[in-house]
């Protein structure tokens, strides 16, 4: 069963990308400003790039675009203007919209497992909130994820099927390591070609104690 489905970016794996495709060093910010989307300024040989969080979601063409953008100085910039029409509502809401965290469920806090696994794994450097997902019927439920990870809102979900008395502590514990991976690990692999479950996750991944205990549980029970 597939953990996690993510399609988007995080700061690391966008900076990489442009400082690939611009062969110079990018310091990037991003921000919620949505009256100025993207600012460029050089100093000292750094680019200093502000862009608004939405461009975490941009494809490879338009950042593509953001990079010609940043050599040239200036230009049209249709794709940017085109991306930023198409998720104006969306820009929008998000600024209004609080997200809604709910890491205590009927049978387990989550809660305790992130802030164990964060100080014995990852020294406590992980700062996403965690929460259980909405529940619904049991039949969409049983279609989604076990759990997920939003590099925009830094947020973890785990599906509320989890919360479970008959689902053993160090499989959910597994889970929200998994996904605190991917916050730790970022997208891997070349611009154009990323991997969310690069060698480098599934190497760290297998670090997890119980993890052949939990790789086990998951195969003999259909959840």
Do not use: C
Not at 77 to 98: C, D, H, Q, V, Y
């Amino acid at each position: 069963m597939q953990l996690s489905f993510i399609f988007k970016h995080n700061e690391k794996s966008l900076k990489e990308y442009l400082e690939s495709s611009l062969g110079s060093i990018i310091d990037l910010t991003t921000t919620e400003n949505s009256s100025r989307m993207l600012s460029v300024r050089l100093r000292g040989g750094i680019t200093y790039l502000r862009v608004h969080r939405i461009f975490l979601e941009a494809g490879d063409k338009i950042l593509d675009e953001i990079s010609q953008f940043i050599r040239k100085r200036r230009g049209r910039t249709p794709l940017i203007n085109e991306f930023i029409r198409a998720n104006s509502e969306g820009i929008k809401a998000n600024s209004k919209r609080k997200l809604s965290v709910n890491p205590e469920g009927r049978h387990y806090g989550l809660k305790v497992f992130f802030d164990s696994i964060n100080e014995e794994y990852f020294g406590g450097r992980i700062s996403a909130s965690i929460t259980w997902g909405k529940r619904t019927s049991r039949s969409s439920v049983r279609r989604r994820t076990l759990g997920s990870y939003s590099f925009n809102t830094n947020l973890i979900r785990i599906n509320p099927l989890l919360d479970n008395r008959k689902v053993p502590p160090y499989f959910i514990g597994f889970i929200v390591y998994h996904e605190m991976l991917h916050a730790a690990v970022g997208v891997g692999g070349r611009p154009g070609r990323r991997s969310i479950h690069s060698k480098e996750f599934r190497r760290r991944e297998k670090l997890y104690k119980d993890y052949e205990k939990a790789i086990a549980w998951e195969k003999a029970n259909r959840i």
